[in-house]
Nanobody, 120 residues
Framework: QVQLVESGGGLVQTGASLRLSCAAS???????MGWFRQAPGKEREFVAA????????AYSDVVKDRFTIARNNAKTTLYLHMNSLKPEDTAVYYC??????????????WGQGTQVTVSS
C-alpha cells in the first residue's frame, strides 16, 4: 500500500528557500514520484518528477531554474528544494506517485498536501 506524507511547508518571504519532504512507503523502483501544486482558484499543475529507480528528472518550465527534486539514497523520502521563491509559488504542494505512466503523466497516489505561502 502506497502512503505519502508531506512536510516542510510554511510562510516565507520573497527570495527565500524552502525544502519540502515526502515520506514514502510502498514505493518500488518501477514508480515515478513527483510534486504538483494548486494555487487558490487555479487548477493543479505539474511541478517536477523523478524516476525512483535511476533518478531521471523532469520540471515544469516555471520552476526548472529554481527548484530541484531529489530522493534520499535509501529511497524512502522525496524532496523538493525550492530557491528564489516568488509570491506566485504560493500553493498547496502535493507529493504524488505512480507506476503506470511517464514522468509528466497521470499520478494515482497523492499525499494530503502541504501549504507554501510566499509573502511579497
Amino acid at each position: 500500500q502506497v502512503q505519502l506524507v508531506e512536510s516542510g511547508g510554511g510562510l516565507v518571504q520573497t527570495g527565500a528557500s524552502l525544502r519540502l519532504s515526502c515520506a514514502a512507503s510502498g514505493i518500488f523502483d518501477g514508480y515515478n514520484m513527483g510534486w504538483f501544486r494548486q494555487a487558490p482558484g487555479k487548477e493543479r499543475e505539474f511541478v517536477a518528477a523523478i524516476s525512483w529507480a535511476v533518478g531521471v528528472t523532469a520540471y515544469s518550465d516555471v520552476v526548472k531554474d529554481r527548484f530541484t527534486i531529489a530522493r534520499n539514497n535509501a529511497k524512502t523520502t522525496l524532496y523538493l528544494h525550492m530557491n528564489s521563491l516568488k509570491p506566485e509559488d504560493t500553493a498547496v504542494y502535493y507529493c504524488v506517485a505512480d507506476s503506470e505512466y511517464g514522468l509528466r503523466g497521470q499520478y494515482s497516489y497523492w499525499g494530503q498536501g502541504t501549504q507554501v505561502t510566499v509573502s511579497s
